[in-house]
């Protein structure tokens, strides 16, 4: 079956410090992936997407980064975390031409 | 760019009553989709709509697409407790992305 694995589920991390999230995909090749940021009770902001190995696009200029060193793995990181990099961060994949199957989140709380 | 409203942003119904939440984008979309996130939850896929004037059913939800392909909206009948959460639509130009609307966060009260 397919499914989509995402962690830490909660991350506390002070101003400044590194961060790297990754999010990793079962059952399928060759997926589209998506990085998403919800701040509390905001919609979905769409960070990065990537369609291949090495493949990203970002959408909007700011403090992150999107990597993909293997087909089914695709990672978010920053070397240095400002306040507002505060969130709910939510990776996704699309499985064909349909609805898209975000994984469980991670919370991050930047002090 | 793209954006993609709801309205309202947020509805507190008795259970029983009928809620409705309506998306509009400032763009002709391929498709859209609808997504429920329940309070400290992930978005979960509902249904995608693709046709001009389409109109779904899941149980006492019921989804339309605009002639225009440019608006949607969601009608929940006989709301129940369990259908709290916010319900966000998203648009697909055909660009291998979604837009996501501002969603409508539901309340219901028993």
């Known amino acids: 079956s397919q499914t989509i694995h995402q962690w830490p589920a909660t991350l506390v991390q002070p101003v400044g410090s590194p961060l790297s999230l990754e999010c990793t995909v079962e059952?399928?090749?060759?997926?589209?992936l998506y990085w998403y940021r919800q701040a509390a009770g905001r919609g979905l902001q769409l960070l990065f997407y990537?369609?291949?190995?090495?493949?990203i696009s970002s959408e909007v200029p700011q403090n992150l980064s999107a990597s993909r060193p293997q087909d089914r793995q695709f990672i978010l990181s920053s070397k240095k975390l400002l306040l507002s990099d505060s969130g709910f961060y939510l990776c996704?994949?699309?499985?064909?031409?349909?609805?898209?199957?975000f994984g469980s989140g991670t919370r991050l709380t930047v002090v | 760019g793209q954006q993609v409203m709801q309205i309202p942003q947020y509805q507190h119904v008795q259970e029983g009553e009928d809620f409705t939440t309506y998306c509009n984008s400032s763009?002709?979309?391929?498709?859209i989709q609808w997504y429920k996130q329940r309070p400290g939850g992930h978005p979960v896929f509902l249904i995608q709509?693709?046709?001009?004037?389409e109109v779904k059913k899941q149980k006492r939800l019921t989804f339309q697409f605009g002639e225009a392909k440019k608006n949607s909206s969601l009608h929940i009948t006989a709301t129940q407790t369990t259908d709290v959460g916010t319900y966000f639509c998203a648009g697909n130009t055909g660009f291998q992305k979604l837009v996501f609307g501002t969603g409508t966060r539901l309340l219901v009260s028993p």
């Open positions: 990537s369609v291949g190995i090495g493949q």
């Open positions: 059952g399928t090749s060759n997926p589209n």
């Open positions: 996704a994949w699309r499985p064909g031409d349909y609805g898209y199957t």
């Open positions: 709509l693709v046709k001009s004037g």
């Open positions: 763009t002709t979309l391929s498709n």
